[in-house]
């Protein structure tokens, strides 16, 4: 067996999680292989789903409700800095930068929107329902979701769930996610918030009582939809015992909780499982923020290395669950091949309805049964486990709901989008049988949406990672070479220029059509441009230091005053709220 999750390690019983999570297949114990193998399939996979997302209309635009939801958990009147508006950008001066590089700017969706149709709208323009605002060359039937209804059984909060307001269309490749410049306070306290939904035991943000007795029949499961509960269950068992991944969560950080204060026993799985769901989604949006990113002082585009490393290599426990999310999604991606068999992609549009259907299938095709990515034979034992359903519906409901708190309108749409996809995935492992469709719940068009392009997140999250420690090993190559100074000038010339173009950041080769700016970076470096690089360098740091020392009075002024106001709510016996400044060194992105 093959297992990401279950084959004994043949060497230790705890590979140290880094150097599984880095050398696939240099180290033969079960986590590695199993890494390897993921990244075999993914690469097998990879192109499939990235035309799907890329090339059909049904799967490149996703509606959803941006702009009428307030944040319902905080704002600035209760003196919390949380709301939309605390985005805070990256760099201190933005006002000096050209708008298009703002934060501000770079967080706004692109390309053309469309309001959701009413239902008599819809009946009267069947074939052209949203009136060609998305472009005269989009097939609208296979882009407006025509059931309004809401189902009892969704993971995350429907995103037509209100009368009124439906939600706008918009394209979901016309706005990649990448780089924003969304960070600072707000952004931390929404990731905050959501590891905050990972404390099972306390409920809060009005979620509902989370789980259910272990009696009760839970939603009337069916043998094989408990099957697939019980799956999810010992995958995790089987993952935490045998991998080390305890450890390696334990060692991992969640916003405000520190995650070795968590109960890691049998009975807090669902704890665990919610917890690399999250850190999994959190992990693949940084590798696209790290990916794509904006020098906002150049305004190139560029992988980012030290980004990627100080997020992502530095902390294999959140590459790990990636890898998880990876294994779920793609599972719950091919127990639907039944369910799509039958189902209508475009009901006007017959030529694009039976190309998507081709696609999709094509994926489900490919993709191996589900106990080459989860061993069946390890699992069914605890009935328990189907608690999950209802604890997950909930907590991933609220993880929904803080997304209308997040400050960029693109993070807002993939966070949200993703969301949903991780909902939808579980709603499949537990509500859908793999081989009789009849009973399936329905599965809306945002749903089937969120979950694929969910997984070719995820899927270019892992492309991106193995390209990302190609540059780490090319840098460390080059840091060899240069130190044994071993090869004759031309050899060692190019693996130094190599490391440094690692250490900038500059990809060798992408391989994927979606990263043409990158590519332009790639050419050996003249001795002549590595002095400019050096001299640009140099003078921004020096522009940094002055810019900091002229910043200095108002920077006191404002701690100042902060720290007059914290003391006054303590005086008058009002919550102090947290301290909003720290003294560090900064980081070389912030130069
Ligand atoms: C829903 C959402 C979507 C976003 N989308 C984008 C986007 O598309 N583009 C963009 O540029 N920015 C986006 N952001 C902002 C981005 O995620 C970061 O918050 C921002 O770049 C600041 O990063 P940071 O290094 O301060 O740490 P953050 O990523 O904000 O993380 C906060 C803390 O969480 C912990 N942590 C980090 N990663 C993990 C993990 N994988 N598992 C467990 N714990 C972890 C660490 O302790 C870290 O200090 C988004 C934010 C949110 C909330």
Same mark, same amino acid.
């Given at each position: !067996?093959?297992?990401l999750?279950?084959?004994e390690?043949?060497?230790?019983a705890d ?8 050398e696939p297949?240099?180290?033969?114990s ?5 890494y390897?193998?993921?990244?075999d399939?993914?690469?097998s996979?990879r192109?499939?789903?990235h035309?799907i997302t +890329?090339n ?5 635009y996703?509606r959803l409700?941006?702009?009428n939801k307030?944040? %319902? ?18 760099l ?5 930068i050209?708008?298009?590089w ?6 706004k969706?692109?390309?053309?929107k469309?309001?959701? %149709? ?11 329902p ?6 005269? &060359?989009?097939?609208e039937s296979?882009?407006?979701?025509y ?13 037509d769930?209100s009368?009124t307001?439906?939600?706008d269309?918009? !394209?979901l490749?016309d706005?990649?996610?990448r780089?924003?410049?969304y960070?600072g306070?707000g952004?931390?306290q929404?990731?905050e ?6 404390c099972?035991s ?7 009582p989370?789980?259910? =007795?272990?009696s009760s ?12 509960a019980?799956?999810?269950?010992h995958v995790?068992?089987?993952? +935490?015992?045998?991998q080390?991944? /305890?450890k390696a969560i334990a +060692?991992g950080?969640? #916003?405000?909780?520190?995650i ?12 665990r499982?919610f917890?690399r769901?999250?850190?999994?989604m959190?992990?693949?949006i ?16 560029q ?17 790990s ?11 719950a ?8 068999q039958?189902?209508?992609?475009c009901?006007?549009d =017959?030529? +694009?309805?039976r190309e998507?259907?081709r696609?999709?299938l ?5 993709? #191996? =049964? ?9 699992m ?14 909930n907590?991933?409901r609220?993880?929904s $709901?803080?997304m209308?708190?997040?400050?960029c309108d ?5 966070g /949200? ?17 793999e081989t009789?469709?009849?009973?399936? =719940?329905p ?7 969120a979950l ?8 270019h999250?892992?492309?991106?990672i193995?390209k990302?420690?190609?540059m ?14 071993a090869?004759?000038?031309k050899?060692?010339?190019t693996?130094e220029?190599?490391g ?13 059509p979606e990263a #043409? ?13 590595a002095?400019? &690089?050096e001299?640009?360098?140099?003078w921004?740091t020096?522009?940094y230091?002055?810019?900091?020392w002229?910043?200095i009075?108002?920077k006191v002024?404002e701690i ?5 106001n ?7 016996g009002l ?8 003294? $560090? ?5 912030e130069i």
């Open positions: !067996s093959s297992q999750h279950t084959k390690p043949t060497k230790s590979p140290p999680p880094n150097v599984c999570a880095f297949g240099a180290i033969v079960d986590a590695c292989a199993s390897s193998q993921v990244e399939l993914n690469e996979l192109p499939f789903v035309d +890329q059909t209309d049904f799967f490149s996703y409700n941006l702009y307030k944040c %319902p958990f905080w704002s600035d009147e209760n003196g919390i800095c949380g709301n939309r508006a605390c985005a805070v950008n990256t201190d001066n933005e006002e000096d050209p708008l298009v703002r934060a501000e700017e770079l967080g969706l692109e390309g053309p469309a309001h959701h %149709p009413g239902k008599r709208l819809q009946e009267e323009r069947k074939a052209r949203l009136q060609g605002e998305l472009g005269e &060359d989009v097939g296979c882009v407006v979701e059931d309004d209804e809401c189902d009892e059984r969704d993971y995350c909060v429907p995103e769930e009368a307001a439906k939600g269309y918009v !394209s490749v706005n990649p996610e780089f924003t410049g960070t306070e952004a931390h929404v990731w918030a959501i590891y905050r939904e990972n099972f306390t409920p809060h943000l009005n979620a509902k989370l789980s259910a =007795p272990p029949p839970f939603g009337g499961f069916t043998g094989a939809q408990a099957q697939a019980m799956d999810l269950r995790m068992k089987e993952q +935490q015992e045998k080390g991944v /305890k +060692q950080s969640a #916003p405000a909780h520190p070795s204060d968590l109960e890691f026993e049998d009975e807090c799985l669902e704890k499982v917890y769901v999250i850190s999994g959190h992990a693949s940084s590798t696209h923020l790290c990916w794509e990113w904006l020098n906002q002082t150049t305004g190139e585009w992988p980012n290395l030290s980004c990627y490393e100080n997020r992502l290599h530095n902390h294999p426990e959140r590459i669950n990636l890898y998880f999310n990876y294994a779920l999604v793609l599972r991606v091919g127990k639907l091949k039944q369910h799509v039958s189902y209508s992609f009901s006007s =017959p030529i +694009q309805d998507t259907k696609r999709v094509a994926l489900a095709a490919a993709i #191996p =049964p589900g106990e080459q990515i989860f061993d069946e034979s390890v069914f034992r605890d009935p328990d486990a189907l608690t999950l359903k209802e604890d997950f519906r907590r991933f609220n993880v $709901r803080i209308d708190c997040v400050g693109k993070c807002r749409l993939w /949200k989008l993703q969301t949903a996809g991780y909902g939808t995935a579980l709603k499949v492992l537990f509500e859908f049988n009789d469709a009849s009973s399936d =719940p599965l809306r068009r945002t749903e089937l949406v694929v392009n969910t997984l070719d997140r995820i899927s999250s892992i492309s991106v193995q990302f420690r190609a780490v090993e090319q840098r460390e190559a080059g840091k060899v070479a240069a130190a044994h100074g090869a004759g000038g050899v060692r010339g693996a220029v190599r440094k173009k690692a250490e900038r950041g500059v990809a060798e080769d992408d391989g994927y #043409p700016k990158q590519r332009r970076q790639i050419h050996e470096q003249t001795l002549s441009e002095f400019w &690089d001299w640009y360098r140099v921004r020096f522009a230091v002055i810019r900091s002229f910043n009075p108002g002024l100042l005053l902060e720290e007059t914290r003391l006054y709510s303590f005086w008058l919550p102090v709220g947290p301290r909003k400044w720290e003294i $560090r060194l900064p980081s070389r992105d």
